[in-house]
Every structure is written in structure tokens, then in C-alpha cells.
């Protein structure tokens, strides 16, 4: 999906990071939208919206619309049009609105009611998905 | 921190907001929640309308680069980038976010010029991942080199719609066909014309009905509209896996309510846009607006507005003398009215009427919009015959030699065609808005103005070979083909009509971009071809990747 010439534009591109997708380790241009570096990879649905679970892509890609909220390194509710791909991330699906829990302790606590939505700590990623090694 | 002027927003109004302040002296700060400043001239890879005396002729990507460097040359301005505005404060002060900290700036003078924001459709399954504002596809392939998919339906013909068909065709994506709700095409004709020779249809009274898939988008049913009502029993299924919605903007007024600014609505300047004066000053004293969010029009107005509100801004605090200032607001507002005063800006001119005061543009008459298109070419953007012969030179003078063939049939604010010609064939614009006047006689066919025409609507034409005529046309497609190279030469609407072979090639730096193909075509296609594959490819397809 990467344009590799182009007649008008010179892409000058970061170098390649790997980041971790639902399990799955990508790669990506560090810098890049993470939905930029997803849409790459053949990833199109971001999220699950919070009443009828409809798969949600972008719309915008200029941060304006929140389609495209996802869980980032913990973090729910993360612009993914917007936010800079880093080597390392935890990027994952959001199911619903996310819940932001402020430290690791209260997580345990606040893990089973949370489990409709995207359950998400200060710490990492959780979210029912497999994690990169 | 303190600021004389606070300015939001980095497109192209607020930065011609902030170097015309700044240059004046004034401090100003510059607040963008993006990183490279330009807005959405970042993207835009096609050269620009308007005067060739402002940035016509320039593309979008360079007009970015050139306005952020001349900010970046001014000691007075200082641009916060990756800072997002949250608010406005009565006590006149701006709040601002960069990196998870707050910025707190208290100016004496705001520039509210934060653009816009695309509208979606409501339709069935219009939800579905890819399904995109057609910006924001422009965004993804542009800016970050990513294919939005494989084959595209876009939705709506202004000029959005139709620059983002061709630079889809350009990344080697294929376009199924643009539909367009309106019983015309919308955007500029000349736009329509570069993806209508490569096979592209446009679909006016069309528009989509439904989305289908499952994850993800597999297909469309579009179908005909009449008064924006879907006539039953036409619908029909056109495969696509990435559907741009470019059915127009809203102009981004958070800030101008937030300030209480008198709002007005204005359908068509987008929604709800701030009252100002001829100053671009609103009805909260010390607060400007320009660009997009004062009001949906071309990044050329958007530029001049900009212009005038940083001048503006800069004499209400005594850093220009007025004598002068009103001079240089006069110049202004007479390119406002240059870039307003054709037909495609009849609405423009409707909406500034509305809001009474602003510069609105005066003494277009009815018959200055007059103009002769066909039905055909409004409707499905590819010119009727009698289009055709206004531009075609006489029998003698074809058979004569090669000579430019100007195919510009759309009144639009539009000029630098006339700089390119150096022989003076090509008449100076009494108005810009002026369909260009080509003097035949006096053209030798050097085909200097092919690459110099943002439309991309000039060939040079020569059938004055015995055995074959040489068509030259403007290409902006990868990979470029080798002299020798036989191709299927393309008419109008995209359709193979002849066997073609390339005898030339014109690259390099002077043409920027925009090569020439010189194509050796069977005598008599002259005036019929105007684009090529190379070899038989699908209609809309990737033609050229």
C-alpha cells in the first residue's frame, strides 16, 4: 500500500520502527500517523463503536472526528490520525468508549467492570489480545 | 507569554496572516496543531489558479514551503507547532496544548483562521472502514505515501472531489467514477478534464444510496437523483473498497462563538461564519478572522484574506501609518474582487452578500456570467463538438505547423497562460476571470505554455506532416514513457482511438514536474487525442503505474 515513486511528491520518511498490533508485530515509518503505519499493513478497522459494536475506520485524518480512537501503549481514547508512530508501541483495538484507571493497583479492581470496554492501565496494554513478544 | 498578535492556525491564511503582521513588526505567534506549517497545502501537489502576479502557477506543496520559510525568516514571529488551541478567553488570552503542557498567550489582537473541517452523508452503511472524507484520503496518500486502496468511488465533483480523482490516478489507485448530486459538474471544468481523458467517468444527478460489506467496505449502489430525491429503480452496484465523501466543508467557527462573535449563517460560504468589517475585523473588537473559517472558498482568497487581517491587525496597533495602510488594504481587496468576480464564484459573491459588510466583491453582472458551455461538457466534464471547434485553430493554420491548442472553456480566476507565452501570442487578461485569447497567427508551436497551465488544458497540435500528425501533451504520470514506446492514444473521455508512438520526452526542472510527451498519432487525430496508456488498460484504471 506504500506509494514508492510518485510524480510530484518526494516522500522523506523516518526510519522503520516495529510497534505491536492486536498481537501482531509491524512495522512502520517512525513519525508517521499510526493509522498511516496500519493502513500500510492492511489494518482498516480501528476500533468497534460502543452500542452495536460496528467495525470503525478513520474519516478525517486531520484529528477532528475521533473515528479513529484507539488503545495506545495502555492509553484508550488515543487519535491514532494524529499520533506519532515510536518504536515499541502497544497498539490495539477499542471496543466502546476505553476507561482511563490511573495506576496498576486500581486496574485489578476496576478490571472486571471494565471488561465491555477497553480496559487500559498507566502500565501497558490489556484488551482480551495476544501481546507481542 | 505575551504577543501583539495571536495568530490560529497555519494554513494558508493564517501564515500570509502572520508574515504580513510580522513584517510590519508586530510579535506574533503562530499557533498550528500540526507540524509543518502550510494547513492543507501540504497536499496539495496541483499548481494553483489565480494571478500569476500572487503564487499561480506554484503548487500548493511549494506555496507551503515558501510562506513557512518566509516565517520562519522573521525574527518577530514565532510558530508553535504540534500546539493545539482549547479556548479563548475573555481577558484575551489563548490556551494551548503542546505535548501534555498548557501554553497561556495574551495578545492584544487575535487571527482566528483555523480552516475546516469535511462534512460526512448520511446513507446506509456510510460508517463502514473506508469510507473517508476525501481530504482525508489526500492527507494519507500525499502526506504520508500511503494508498488509501484499490479502486475508489468518489462522491461529490467540486474541485475537491476532482483534484483528489486525479491525484488517486497519480498515486496509481483506480477511480470507479465520481457521482455528483447536482445535475452539473461542480468544480472547475479543467479539473473534470484530466481524469475524464484517463477514463474516469463523473456521474452528475448520481449519488450513493447504500454501503455494503461486512468489516470493511466491498461495494456501493449508487443511483439517480432528481432535487436531491433518489429516482427508484436506478440504482446499481459498483464495486469499490474506498469510498471519498467530498460533499463540502464547514468552517471550523469554535473560537468565534467561544469569543462571542456575532455569527451569521451563510449556506453558501459553508454554515455559520463570523460578521466582519472590510478590515476582516469581527463584531469582538481586536479579533480577526480569514481563510476557510471566515468562509469556504479558494486557498487564493483565503491567502489575500490573511494578508489583509495581518495589515489590519498590524495598524490598529500603530505599526502601519493609515495613509498607507488604506492603500495597501485598497490592493487587497481589488485581488479579493479579481479571484471572486467569475461565475464559479457566484456563491461566494451570494454569501458575502449575506453578511452585508465584508468585501464582498462588487459590479459582477449577469452578463459577465454568461458563457457558452455546452450542456455536455457541465454535465459529464468531456466538451460537446461545438466546445471543441471555439478552440480549434483554422484548417490552414494546422496544416501550416504545430500550434497551441487551448482547451480552457470555464470563465475561472485563472492567468499565468499568458506569461508563458513569450511571443505574445497568448493576450494579456483585461480580467482574470477572462477565457484566454490565443492568437494563432502569432504562435510557432514552441509548446512553452503546456507545462505552464494549472489546468493542464493546452497541447500543441502540428498536422502538417504528410504521413502522421504529432500530438504534445502535458504528463504528470510515473513511469514516463521512452521515446519509441507504442502506445494506445486516448481521446477525451479516455477512449483508445489510434495506435500511438512516443517520438519525445521534455522533462527537467523547468518544467517542474509536469513532462512533455510529444505522440505521433495517424494523421487527422490531432484535435482528437489527448492522453495515452501505455498498452490497453481498464477505463479508470492505474493507467500509468
Known amino acids: ?27 512502520g515509518f517512525q513519525g508517521e ?40 501503549n495502555g492509553r484508550p481514547n488515543v487519535r491514532v490520525c494524529v499520533e506519532k508512530l515510536t518504536a515499541g508501541m502497544t497498539v490495539e483495538r477499542q471496543r466502546g468508549r476505553g ?16 471488561a465491555e470496554e477497553a480496559p487500559a492501565t498507566a502500565a501497558g496494554a490489556a484488551g482480551g489480545e495476544a501481546r507481542c513478544g | 507569554m505575551t504577543s501583539d498578535v495571536a495568530v490560529v492556525g497555519a494554513g494558508p491564511a493564517g501564515l500570509c496572516a502572520a508574515i504580513a503582521a510580522a513584517e510590519r513588526g508586530a510579535r506574533v505567534a503562530v499557533f498550528d496543531r500540526d507540524g509543518p506549517p502550510g494547513g492543507q497545502l501540504i497536499k496539495q501537489t496541483h499548481r494553483f489558479f489565480g494571478s500569476a502576479r500572487e503564487q499561480a502557477g506554484t503548487r ?43 501554553i497561556k498567550c495574551r495578545a492584544e489582537r487575535f487571527i482566528f483562521a483555523a480552516g475546516a473541517a469535511e462534512r460526512p452523508l448520511a446513507f446506509p452503511g456510510n460508517d463502514l472502514p473506508g469510507i473517508y472524507g476525501a481530504g482525508a484520503v489526500q492527507t494519507l496518500m500525499n502526506v504520508h505515501g500511503v494508498r488509501p486502496g484499490r479502486r475508489v468511488l468518489m462522491v461529490g465533483s467540486g474541485n475537491i472531489g476532482l483534484i483528489v480523482s486525479y491525484q488517486l490516478l497519480q498515486a496509481g489507485v483506480a477511480v470507479t467514477a465520481v457521482v455528483e448530486a447536482l445535475p452539473r459538474i461542480g468544480g472547475y471544468l479543467v479539473h473534470a478534464a484530466k481524469i475524464r481523458r484517463a477514463g474516469v467517468p463523473i456521474l452528475a444527478a448520481h449519488t450513493v444510496l447504500e454501503a455494503h460489506g461486512t468489516d470493511c467496505l466491498e461495494a456501493a449502489t449508487i443511483g439517480c437523483v432528481k432535487d436531491f430525491v433518489p429516482v427508484p429503480g436506478t ?48 463584531s469582538v473588537p481586536g479579533v480577526y478572522v480569514a481563510g476557510d473559517a471566515a468562509g469556504i472558498e479558494e486557498a487564493s482568497s483565503a491567502m489575500a484574506e490573511g494578508r489583509l487581517a495581518g495589515l489590519a491587525s498590524a495598524a490598529s496597533l500603530g505599526l502601519i501609518p493609515g495613509d498607507e495602510y488604506r492603500r495597501c488594504r485598497a490592493e487587497v481587496l481589488a485581488e479579493l474582487d479579481r479571484l471572486r468576480g467569475g461565475p464559479t464564484a457566484q456563491k461566494v459573491r451570494e454569501g458575502l452578500a449575506r453578511l452585508s459588510s465584508g468585501p464582498a466583491g462588487g459590479g ?39 500550434v497551441a491548442v487551448v482547451e480552457c472553456f470555464q470563465r475561472i480566476p485563472c492567468d499565468p497562460c499568458a506569461a508563458a507565452c513569450k ?19 502569432a504562435c510557432d508551436g514552441c509548446g512553452a505554455c503546456i507545462s505552464r497551465c494549472p489546468g493542464l488544458a493546452i497541447v500543441v497540435v502540428d498536422e502538417s506532416r504528410p504521413d502522421a500528425a504529432v500530438v504534445r501533451l502535458p504528463c504528470e504520470f510515473l513511469p514516463l514513457p521512452r521515446p519509441g514506446d507504442e502506445v494506445s492514444a486516448l481521446d477525451r473521455e479516455g477512449r483508445p482511438v489510434a495506435a500511438g508512438r512516443v517520438v519525445r520526452v521534455q522533462s527537467g526542472r523547468a518544467l517542474d514536474r509536469t513532462a512533455v510527451v510529444w505522440l505521433e498519432v495517424p494523421r487527422g487525430m490531432g484535435m482528437v487525442v489527448r492522453h495515452f496508456i501505455a498498452g490497453a488498460g481498464p477505463a479508470g484504471g492505474p493507467a500509468h503505474e
Open chain 1, 1 to 27: 500500500m506504500r506509494i514508492e515513486r510518485h510524480p510530484i511528491i518526494e516522500f522523506v520518511k523516518g526510519p522503520t520502527v516495529k510497534f505491536c498490533f492486536a498481537g501482531r508485530e509491524l512495522q
Open chain 2, 364 to 402: 459582477v453582472s449577469a452578463d459577465m456570467d454568461a458563457q457558452v458551455i455546452s450542456t455536455q461538457l457541465l454535465e459529464t466534464g468531456a466538451p460537446a463538438p461545438e466546445d471543441v471547434a471555439r478552440a480549434t485553430p483554422p484548417p490552414e493554420r494546422l496544416a501550416r505547423g504545430p
Open chain 2, 235 to 282: 440504482g446499481r452496484r459498483v464495486e469499490c473498497d474506498v469510498m471519498c465523501l467530498a460533499v463540502g466543508l464547514s468552517p471550523l467557527g469554535d473560537l468565534m462563538w467561544e469569543a462571542g462573535c456575532r455569527m451569521v449563517f451563510c449556506p453558501e460560504l459553508g454554515g455559520h461564519v463570523a460578521w466582519r468589517d472590510a478590515d476582516m475585523q469581527t
Open chain 2, 60 to 102: 500548493g506543496i511549494d506555496i507551503a514551503r515558501q510562506l513557512g520559510a518566509r516565517l520562519g525568516a522573521l525574527p518577530a514571529a514565532t510558530l508553535f507547532s504540534d500546539t493545539t488551541v482549547l479556548g479563548f478567553y475573555p481577558d484575551r488570552v489563548l490556551l494551548a496544548e503542546r505535548d501534555d503542557e498548557i
Open chain 1, 33 to 72: 500517523p499510526i493509522a498511516a503505519a496500519l493502513h500500510a499493513a492492511g489494518v482498516k478497522v480501528l476500533s468497534h463503536s460502543p452500542h452495536l459494536g460496528r467495525p470503525r475506520g478513520f474519516f478525517c485524518a486531520i484529528g477532528n472526528c475521533s473515528s479513529c480512537l484507539m488503545v495506545v
Open chain 2, 423 to 441: 511571443h505574445g501570442a497568448i493576450a494579456p487578461f483585461a480580467d482574470i476571470n477572462d477565457l484566454p485569447r490565443i492568437d494563432h497567427d
Open chain 1, 99 to 114: 476507561r482511563l484507571v490511573p495506576a496498576a493497583p486500581a486496574a485489578a479492581e476496576e478490571a472486571p467492570a471494565a
